[in-house]
């Protein structure tokens, strides 16, 4: 069965120091993989992609990820943390499985200490 | 352009009410999508669409009608309010499946 796990429910961080949220999905299939912001009140914002081109992919706001077939991982980093960045992150696979297939993480959510 | 514009953003209605939560979008998307989120909790697909003329049912469709008479409109019906549907409602559009979707900022229904 397809899934996406994102192991931390919760992360708090301080400002300045390095984010890591953490995803990893189960398919025998190639997934398209995306990272999504969603701000209080706000519809979900695109960070980044990866559609099976470079497997470090850079977002927007100085986020990054890294796809690893291997580890079937798809983790979000950022080197220096803002307050801004406080929000609630999704992990998003899409496979071809005959058919596409979307599957949502249950999000994780991101605290920034001063 | 505008992207996906959902309305109204805020409504209350009481048990058994009906209303229709109105979503448009201007990239001449293809895919159209309607998703319902608790608090605290992820997304859950309600209905989603592939095209003009064509809808099918997501994850959890019971409750709700949607209809798809144009590429830009994709309205969610609710029929007969239940305190179960008080929620936060997205639509999403995206131009094929290998892309990402665009959402729009929300609609916060509450049924009381």
């Known amino acids: 069965a397809q899934s996406v796990t994102q192991l931390d429910s919760h992360v708090s961080v301080s400002e300045g120091t390095p984010v890591l949220l953490r995803c990893n999905y189960s398919?025998?299939?190639?997934?398209?993989l995306f990272w999504y912001v969603q701000h209080p009140n706000k519809g979900l914002q695109l960070l980044l992609k990866?559609?099976?081109?470079?497997?470090l992919v850079k977002g927007i706001n100085g986020f990054e990820a890294e796809f690893k077939k291997s580890e079937t991982s798809f983790h979000l980093t950022k080197p220096s943390a803002h307050m801004s960045d406080a929000a609630e992150y999704f992990c998003v696979v899409t496979l071809n499985t005959g058919g596409f297939k979307t599957i949502f993480g249950a999000g994780t959510r991101l605290f920034v200490k001063a | 352009n505008a992207g996906v514009t959902q309305t109204p953003k805020f409504r209350i209605l009481k048990i058994g009410q009906s209303m229709t939560l109105q979503c448009t979008q201007d990239m001449n998307h293809n895919y159209m999508y309607w998703y319902r989120q608790d608090p605290g909790m992820g997304l859950k697909l309600i209905y989603y669409?592939?095209?003009?003329?064509?809808?099918d049912k997501g994850e959890v469709p019971n409750g709700y009608n949607v209809s798809r008479s144009t590429t830009e409109d994709f309205p969610l019906r609710l029929e007969l309010a239940a305190p179960s549907q008080t929620s936060v409602y997205f639509c999403a559009s995206r131009l094929n499946q290998e892309q990402p979707q665009h959402f729009g900022d929300g609609t916060r229904l509450s049924i009381l």
């Open positions: 669409s592939v095209g003009a003329g064509i809808t």
């Open positions: 398919s025998s299939y190639s997934p398209s």
């Open positions: 990866y559609t099976s081109a470079a497997t």
